[in-house]
């Protein structure tokens, strides 16, 4: 750690310890002066004082020295304040640095390297753990320097006075040193013991509230009462301790403190009653050693604080720095050329272990070639996993070698390998911003100026965080040659369609909101088409389904405030905006539409809460309102009030909070509670003072015009000019179809698609739909034109049909690169230029896959068990680890013709069979005559695993057909894998389905 620190902080570390050294002369004239003050002035026998040879009066020599001292305290302080503020800024500095460089560290880390380390420890160790690191690095010369040289201008000024004086200052400071470190390491320990017991008060606490029901129905209550009293008492006990133990040792502390000005007091007296020493110096000693122990124990401190942070340090740089990190040269900067990638792909005898050193490919020897399409099949999802990673060099080969054309892959530049190569899946990782921002993460490797105006940049630069500027224009369409920004979102639009996503991503534009100013051709156009989309609805008899803005109608779609002011909202309406609107509150005041609404707003609330009670406010249903939770709760707690006291009782921020709840929820929301009685008064109250309202709100609402683009509405609510049922059913999915069939036909659906482009994403994508994270996926791998395209499962929630169109599709997109599809199988594999089927991180030849050796017999063992496992359908996909674990409980069984493997009416311990050679019958037994034979089972099949799941005996007998060889799998190792592997579960599903239809 102070390597690291001295490494980047040397020179102002350097100018710190310089500025800190001008502190001990100030330091030293706050000692002396006082002593000059008593002595030389106030002390001075005479009325004149002579200084320097100059003569003057004892007063003008009093003033001089207490300005004096003034100007040195001042001096002290305002030196201190400037080295602690310069200590500040270098920590700050420092710890920037440091998170800087531990967030790159992680962008190189291996990926199998995150399965093993959880992204929360890795946020607390770059954030919380960091940060008293942080103030350590701006005290680690400074600050024993500065310490220690106060302890020891101190000491010196003392000594100076009298040796006496040193000496007892000194004295007891071993002492201190050696006891107060000891009880402290006592205290320690009952701490941490005290702890341990708060955890198991907490537990019986969380067992008494599980089981309150429990201990009043079977009169437990007093025997756990009085374990809790025990408990208590323990915890008492080492409080108790604590506290003696702790006031004992500021007794101890504080005594031997004082025992140093006792000395003071007895020596020093004696000292100035024989004159050996002035009073003066008396006085000015005891003011010097009571500013002694603050430096020793800021030294003690320092001492406890770097012993603590360089066993953190260890810890954060260990998890820091795992083996298999890519090369820091290959990663920072940019390459010195980027080479195309056309050649073939040559994985040479290549061979992969995962982070525990468990075999996951073995030595694969593939020559795939360039600008071909290639299929790769993978049962095993590790498998897939680990091909993916190999060719994007997320990982590197354990042995053998990776080589396109003429160049090793493992020696490329990242930057390289990020131009070239592209990779998709069908669960894309995505970032906070835009779909845009997402998609054209590829287009961004660095920025296109160097220079930026942003004031904060120098300090980045001093810092030594990223050289580039974030405020500039990164885009750079070049990349993918192209020569400006229009042209690569044609491209990406072309993309889109190539993947038969147009559709779905047109459908999705259309319920997007948008800003005019930004695609002003699209607003008009929209506002264009809202006669046609109005007798289209009329012709296909849908009035009732797509409702229409008419000044004299009640929209049921639109929420109260809206119908009300017959306007839209420029900003979503909530309780926040309500309550800055005093003069509209005050308004509907005296309108007396407060109480209608409000009485509106208690039966809305009791609805809600019947349906969702007050922790449901996370279920989607109610999200779909658009109310916010808090608001909800707030108006859930103001409902009772206003029975008894109706709208008078609430002030301006409860009513707008109660408010917020009609002026959100539309009529259809709220269903027979809304009745047309107040449809009514609210269209009356519309024409008589909706125009008086606007005047108050115009930088909130904007008025519904039919020649006008209204911001507040979506693509498809602005072209028909009104809003889609929600409660119409299939017939108001006819409407949005009619709608959106009419903004295709007219020219509107580049400019509709396009704003998905500006879709906002939230932390995660967690907003974006699933049916929209393929083509995301998709069209950051190939918005680069990359030269190498790895697709693992990115066309998953295709039928094959549309796979191959797509297949074919991109191919005339991208003609020149090579495309390698990943996936657990294929249903026609001939539409591939090459085919490869991969089990068990082997190739499958046609004699089925190739034995290996192995290091020893446990472990041959353990493999063809995992082989025989992965060839069973049911387990084929599992994770690797997983099949590890079954196969390591599994054991070998054989059995002769006519052998009985179990009876019906047998209890399940023994596990189920996988059928590995051989034939089994599985019998009903009958009273007369022979059992009946109900069904063979042969290889691959599974046998006995129903029993296992519903602990019921078996239903059958298993009798060995031919010579039988299974593997038997425990109870316990069998139900552990379906409860942890979603995967498997649902393929067990699938086979007592079958069981059920046959």
Known sequence: MFRFIWNYSKRDQLILLAVTATLFPLLYLTL?????????????????????????????????????????????????????????????????RFRYQLISRALRFPQPYFERVSQ??????????????????????????????????????LFLQSIWFGLAAVALIPLQAWLIPKLQRQINLLNKKRIQEVRILAAQIGENAAGAATLRTNGGWRYRRAMISDQLGRLF???????QKKFFMKFINNFISQ??????????????????????????????????????KELLTYYNQTQDMSLRWDVVIDRFGPSGMQDEALFEGEPEARPHLHGDIVLDHVSVRDMDGNQVLDDLNLSFPGGKTIGISAPSEEDRRAIAELLTREILPSGGKVRIGDVNLAELHQGVVAARIGYATSRPVMFQGTLGDNVMMPMRFRPLEDSTDD???????????????????????????????????????????????????????????????????????????????????????????????????????????????????????????????????????????????????????????QIFGLDGTDHPLFRKLGLDAKTYEAAVDLVEQTRKEGSAGLDDEQLANMLAVPFVISAEQIGPAFTDELKNRILELRHSHSEKLMQRLKDVFVPLDPEVYAPGLTVMEN???????????????????????????????????????????????????????????????????????????????????????????????????TVIYLNDQFENPDVFDMFVEIRQGRVVSDGGPVDVEEDSAASADLARKLRALEQTPLFSGLDR??????????????????????????????????????????????????????????????????????????????????????LRIGEEEFLAVVENDAATAFKLLQVIAGYVSS
């Open 719 to 817: 072209a028909l000019f009104g809003k889609v049922s929600q409660i119409g059913g299939a017939r108001s999915d006819e409407a949005r179809k009619l709608i959106v069939d009419l903004l295709a036909e007219n020219g509107a659906r580049p400019l509709v698609v396009e704003l998905i482009y500006d879709v906002p994403l939230a932390l995660g994508g967690q907003n974006l739909p699933a049916v929209f994270a393929e083509p995301l996926a998709f069209t950051r791998a190939a918005i680069k034109k990359p030269d190498i395209l790895v697709l693992e499962n990115a066309l998953a929630s295709y039928d094959m049909k549309t796979q191959v169109a797509v297949y074919k599709k991109l191919r005339e997109l991208l003609p020149d690169t």
């Open 455 to 609: 004031p904060g940049f120098p300090e980045t630069l001093r810092a030594g965080n990223s050289s580039d500027p974030f405020n500039v224009e990164w885009l750079d369409p070049s990349l993918a040659g192209f020569q400006d920004a229009v042209a690569l979102r044609d491209w990406w639009l072309q993309l889109v369609d190539g993947m038969g996503s147009g559709v779905a991503l047109f459908q999705r534009g259309a319920e997007q909101r948008f800003n005019a100013a930004e695609h002003c051709e699209l607003a008009q156009k929209l506002v264009e088409l809202r006669p046609l989309a109005r007798k289209a609805v009329q012709d296909a008899g849908l009035e009732q389904q797509a409702l229409i803005f008419d000044r004299n109608l009640y929209n049921p779609a639109l929420p109260v405030a809206e119908n009300l002011l017959f306007a839209t909202p420029r900003v979503p309406v909530t309780h926040a905006l309500l309550v800055e609107q005093k003069v509209f509150l005050g308004q509907l005041r005296e309108l007396g539409l407060d109480e209608t609404l409000i009485a509106l707003t208690r039966d809305v609330i009791e609805m809600l809460r």
């Open 237 to 243: 006990g080492i409080r108790f301790e604590i506290y």
């Open 120 to 157: 929360g420890e890795m946020v607390s160790m770059i954030t919380a753990e960091s940060e008293p690191m942080g103030g350590l690095m701006g005290d680690a010369i400074s600050q024993p320097v500065l310490q220690a040289g106060q302890m020891i201008t101190i000491l010196t000024f």
């Open 881 to 966: 680890r997983q099949l590890r674990l079954l196969a390591f409980g599994a054991r070998w069984f054989e059995a002769e013709p006519g052998q009985v493997v179990f009876l019906k009416d047998d209890q399940p311990t023994d596990g189920a069979y996988v059928v590995l050679e051989g034939e089994a019958g599985l019998y009903l037994p009958q009273d007369q005559g022979p059992d009946q034979l109900i069904t063979t089972v042969g290889p691959g099949a599974l046998v006995g695993e129903l029993g296992l799941i519903r602990k019921e005996p078996r239903a059958l007998s298993m009798v060995a057909e031919t010579q039988l060889s299974c």
């Open 259 to 296: 025992l140093t000005p006792f000395m003071f007091y007895l020596v020093g007296g004696l000292l100035v009653l024989q004159g050996s020493v002035s009073l003066g110096a008396l006085v000015a000693a005891l003011a010097a050693y009571k500013d002694l122990s603050s430096p020793w």
């Open 32 to 96: 002396e002066l006082p002593k000059r003050i008593i002595n030389d002035a106030i002390g001075a026998p005479n009325p004149d004082v002579i200084v320097l040879g100059y003569t003057m009066t004892q007063t003008n020599f009093l003033l001089i020295l207490c300005f004096a001292f003034l100007a040195a305290v001042l001096g002290h302080g305002l030196m201190k304040m400037r080295i602690n503020t310069m200590k500040g800024v270098l920590s700050e500095r420092m710890l920037r």
